[in-house]
């Protein structure tokens, strides 16, 4: 097997942009091409990672407008659909086509623009990725976090201002990272008092909509030597599912998307838990957060939000999670998300994360699709 | 690089299906579970070829609910979208899975359900695809096709019946095939007689709007030796772009995208256009078929229409061209196509043909999207 590197990275600003997905897609695309130094021309394979173009724009066919767009044509090109975890999804097809030997440079770009529909329009998009049974009956991803939420409280004695607490951390993170939405503090008081919107979760326990584009550029390690004095590796990557219809779980705080997931990319990578120095989790709720903390192996179930209560996870801690300020400052554009996490990770490899630097040469993005309905995990480490 | 088999395939009824999307895809995927003898727990990758669950039926996500629903959780599930070849953009990923050493088990299912809805709003879901400048002055694929066939037989002195020919074939070659859409011959004089949809192209000119679904399991060449004497190996797959803009390419009758697909594939494949015993080519209109024939390298340019005329096409002639009646007769539920096109040619390859059986060690499957936007063109060899 082709051993896979990562040789350029970028995001676009985050946020409500005027720009529609086309351009969002071809911003970063460029701008990665760019911070790699190759050629749109050398382009073998580029994959979109969109959840919902057709549904929030009226437009398909996005990969093809994007090769055309950044001058890569005939690079063959394809979509990359896996609901709110197609950025991670694409990672792991980038992945793929590298490691079997189909491409020797693949772009990876992720997008989606959102915020020119209302949230009811763009929260009804979203909820069509549940079970028919489940949608039909009016269930919304906010709606099952709500009762995770509560469950995990009372199941662990936990609490509520634990939850606070990730989004309070995000929020901090998120301010020195010049790509967020949201660029600013919040403290405890402000989380637990903000709307509330599915009990015992409140506004502030939510990602918001969110508009933008991340790329990556994936080529064999012995390519990327060529190209760089220092690359990111991906050295495990897997993804698992977990049931369509969640109420059919056994536990609901375990998600086994996650768990089967993170098991899998941890022997790839030969790696455990122990070794990883920084993650971005899909916080796309905070309840996620420990969830995907647990079920990844950093703690034991029912013990993430003791971490986070003890700032094991903020930027100074044993183990930062979500350095970027998370899904929940740095805003969740569906496609773009498991794309930036990775981003995120390849700056902070490379020790190119600015005002957000933490010390780390193994880093983990998990992207959750759905309610945990599919999960993929990915460890990169620094050559 | 890890040799890759089929060992199961499937499809379901093509045409105006009750069912939707997600039984539809059901339906293939258990029947080519069935096929291969292999159970659902054992599937490690599971790809779903769908352009537009959500634009047709308001429902994302089928990937995971297909896990679901064939009892494969925790395989892992993406959503492969490549428009019109999002069946053989699946080949190619599953190809990848298997190659990369992701996934010793994959499990491809294409599927689509688009004749609740009324040809013009079908049409419309179709023409997102093109180019958005395209788009918004109304061009359809069919209008494309019109403009290029007047060009081809101009510029090659082409009788028009030649286009019928085409017809007329596979429409005798979907009489056979107990999954097509439209199992009736017709002759010549119907074919020029039928309501003008595009001059020169007229009603038989085109495939219908149709429900079905196809599925193929993939596995190493070690893995399928345990499960069977005979199979079939994909032994060259690629695909390729061409611009995204019609207008911008300067000879409208090469589709480049067939070009480029067509040669890595064949280079992969270690084999030439002379090798190849059956092909099943993206007929989506009657001159696409010439344009894939000649981009292949199965004739010279502005000679296919001649080989039509000959027979050379024909079930009995020397390079027999969609003998499953091609989309023109079996309908073309877009995410299906491409995996229907490799069903055909595994059945092929493994004498399983019944009437359609013609003498084959050799077949290649060629998928289009948009109106050559993206190809992918794969290579089949019996073992």
Redesign the interface.
Known sequence: ??EVAIIGASMTRFGEREAWV?ELLAEAGDACLDDAGVAPADVEHLYVSN??S??FE????V???L???LG????????????SSSGG?GV??A???V????SEMTLLVGGEKMTHRTTGEATD?IA?????VE?KHGVTLPSFAGLTARTYLNEYDAPRESLAEVAVKNHRNGVDNPHAQFRREIDTETALNSPLVADPLRLYDFCPITDGSAALLFCPVEVAREHADSFVTVSGV????????VHERTDPTTM??VV??GREAFDRAGLSPDDVDVAELHDMFTILEFLQYEGLGFADPGTAWQDAMDGVTARDGALPVNTSGGLKSKGHPLGASGVAQVFEIYRQLLGDAGERQVDADVGLACNV??FG??V?TAIMEVR
């Open positions: 097997m082709t086309n959840m919902a057709g549904e009226g437009t398909t066919g990969p093809n407008a090769a055309h767009d890569a044509v005939p690079a063959y090109t394809q979509r990359v659909d896996q609901t999804a792991y097809a992945w793929q086509s490691a079997s030997g189909a998009v069509s990725l549940t079970h028919p949608y897997a993804g698992a599912t977990d049931t369509h219809v086994r998307g089967e997931s699709g759905g309905n599919c993929t």
